[in-house]
């Protein structure tokens, strides 16, 4: 099979990627390939599903922009495919006086961030919001929201083969799993092994299954190795 461009790992990353990919372009013939036997096996569907509202980063990084656009994407990504999310948002707290001056550059970052309706609270605040808490000043952070994130890659795939894009698992072995040169753990997970070529733009999927690929760019997004 000949692709314009294939993309390495199933995880939140690539799968986010391919859409965008064939949303601006709509002809690209794409293939994703995600060595488990589902998607988002792990960072992605093993973090703490926590969407967050952007308060920690340095007003004006690009870390900080990206947070905050992401959230909103996120969102609207979300409301527009019925997936459930809850904005429920959380309270970053200070259990020592040592820690108060740095919760008021958090809280202050956080408006310079754009974050609005954050609340300075005292402890009988914070109690009256979880009463098990032990803090003795915090910030409300209303945007922050939990979401489960491997719904949201079932979605992302299910829009990337709409949009005529292919996700397609490489058969699982426990063999070791090469890209190129570089060899990785030994049996690790369930590795099928790929060489990658990268001189004649042709990655092969050996052994278990027959499958030659060919494409002109290939983008590599499995951040676990
Ligand atoms: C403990 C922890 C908690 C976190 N909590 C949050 C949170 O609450 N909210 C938040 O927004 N972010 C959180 N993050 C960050 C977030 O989870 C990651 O930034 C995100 O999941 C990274 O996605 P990814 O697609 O790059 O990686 P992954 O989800 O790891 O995906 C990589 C994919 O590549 C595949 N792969 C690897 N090698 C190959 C190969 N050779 N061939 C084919 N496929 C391959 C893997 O199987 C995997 O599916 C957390 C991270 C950690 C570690």
């Not at 809280?107 to 914070?126: M, T």
């Amino acid at each position: 099979m000949k692709y314009d461009v294939v993309i390495i790992g199933g995880g939140i990353v690539g799968l986010a990627s391919a859409l965008k990919l064939l949303e601006k372009q709509p002809k690209l013939k794409l293939a994703l390939l995600e060595k488990e036997a589902q998607l988002a096996q792990h960072q992605t569907g093993n973090n703490s599903g926590v969407i967050h509202s952007g308060l920690y980063y340095k007003p004006g990084s690009l870390k900080a922009k990206n947070c905050i656009e992401g959230y909103h994407m996120l969102l609207k990504f979300c409301d527009e495919n019925n997936i459930a999310y809850d904005l429920c948002g959380k309270v970053v707290v200070a259990t020592e006086i040592s820690e108060i001056d740095r919760l008021h550059d958090l809280y202050n970052r956080g408006i310079e961030n754009g974050l609005e309706g954050l609340e300075l609270l005292d402890e009988k605040q914070l109690k009256a919001i979880e009463p098990y808490l032990a803090g003795i000043q915090g910030i409300r952070v209303p945007q922050t929201g939990i979401i489960n994130y491997k719904d949201v890659c079932t979605k992302l795939a299910k829009k990337i083969e709409e949009n005529g894009g292919e996700v397609s698992f490489i058969y699982p072995n426990q063999g070791q799993n090469h890209l190129g040169d570089t060899d990785f753990e030994d049996n690790y997970d369930c590795i099928g092994i790929i060489c990658f070529d990268i001189d004649d733009n042709n990655i092969k999927i050996e052994e278990d299954m027959n499958y030659d690929i060919e494409m002109e760019k290939v983008i590599l997004y499995q951040d676990d190795w």
